[in-house]
């Protein structure tokens, strides 16, 4: 699978190995352009290219989001246009300025990230988890009990592919709904966020499919 990655902080540098680590092709963009991550590329080997955030976006049949929040209006939207578009970003309003729609509940921060990426198809995922955790917690009681991911999504074949890309990295899927429904369950400041949860504890949590 080519998997795109815009943002290599922890989060996207994390994921970078992990699909790389299971085979996958990947190209890997940030703000400051490709010579700023050479080091990175030559670390995590030949599967790993750096690129631009339009070349990654172009370049993956997923491509996930791994900036902070307060950037997703910067996004190169043409280029992310009929992809599967993996929301992992957390909005802090201490970092990212408050927005009255998301302080109010009115929407969820992916439902603004897939209003600015019409033609993309949104799916919340990767966001609940620390980085470091998501390191090394992979596959953590074998193939009987893994750690949860939830998985939330506007489009049922796009939430697939990802729940895919999931288990491929070693852990458990977990469907957690719509980006309105779901996207709450798992955003910063819920019971689950950064739990580390078992994925039938985390299924128990959450509900399945709301």
Same mark, same amino acid.
Request: aromatic share 6%; hydrophobic share 40%; net charge negative.
């Given at each position: 699978?080519?998997?795109? *990655? /815009?943002?290599?902080?922890?989060?996207?540098?994390?994921?970078?190995?992990?699909?790389?680590?299971?085979?996958?092709?990947?190209? /890997?963009?940030?703000?400051?352009?490709?010579?700023?991550?050479?080091?990175?590329?030559?670390? *995590?080997?030949?599967?790993?290219?750096?690129?631009?955030?339009?070349?990654?976006?172009?370049?993956?049949?997923?491509?996930? *989001?791994?900036?902070?929040?307060?950037?997703?209006?910067?996004?190169?939207?043409?280029?992310?246009?009929?992809?599967?578009?993996?929301?992992?970003?957390?909005?802090?309003?201490?970092?990212?300025?408050?927005?009255?729609?998301?302080?109010?509940?009115?929407?969820?921060?992916?439902? *603004?990230?897939?209003?600015?990426?019409?033609?993309?198809?949104?799916?919340?995922?990767?966001?609940?988890?620390?980085?470091?955790?998501?390191?090394?917690?992979?596959?953590?009681?074998?193939?009987?009990?893994?750690?949860? /991911?939830?998985?939330?999504?506007?489009?049922?074949?796009?939430?697939?592919?990802?729940?895919?890309?999931?288990?491929?990295?070693?852990?458990?899927?977990?469907?957690?709904?719509?980006?309105?429904?779901?996207?709450?369950?798992?955003?910063?400041?819920?019971?689950?966020?950064?739990?580390?949860?078992?994925?039938?504890?985390?299924?128990?949590?959450?509900?399945?499919?709301?």
């Amino acid at each position: 699978m080519r998997i795109g *990655l /815009i943002g290599a902080g922890h989060m996207g540098s994390t994921l970078a190995h992990l699909c790389a680590d299971a085979g996958d092709d990947v190209a /890997i963009a940030n703000s400051r352009g490709p010579d700023t991550l050479r080091d990175l590329e030559l670390m *995590l080997g030949e599967h790993v290219i750096a690129a631009t955030p339009d070349e990654a976006a172009r370049f993956g049949d997923i491509v996930v *989001l791994a900036v902070p929040f307060g950037h997703y209006q910067d996004l190169p939207a043409a280029s992310l246009a009929g992809k599967t578009v993996v929301d992992a970003c957390n909005y802090y309003p201490q970092r990212d300025g408050h927005r009255p729609e998301l302080d109010d509940g009115r929407v969820t921060s992916s439902e *603004l990230i897939q209003r600015e990426l019409p033609g993309a198809h949104v799916v919340k995922a990767f966001n609940a988890m620390r980085w470091d955790h998501l390191r090394d917690y992979r596959h953590s009681a074998g193939a009987l009990r893994r750690y949860g /991911i939830p998985v939330s999504s506007d489009d049922p074949a796009a939430k697939w592919r990802v729940m895919d890309l999931v288990e491929q990295l070693g852990y458990e899927p977990v469907d957690a709904g719509t980006l309105r429904a779901g996207g709450r369950k798992h955003q910063p400041g819920t019971d689950v966020y950064t739990a580390d949860l078992w994925a039938d504890e985390l299924r128990d949590r959450i509900g399945v499919d709301a």
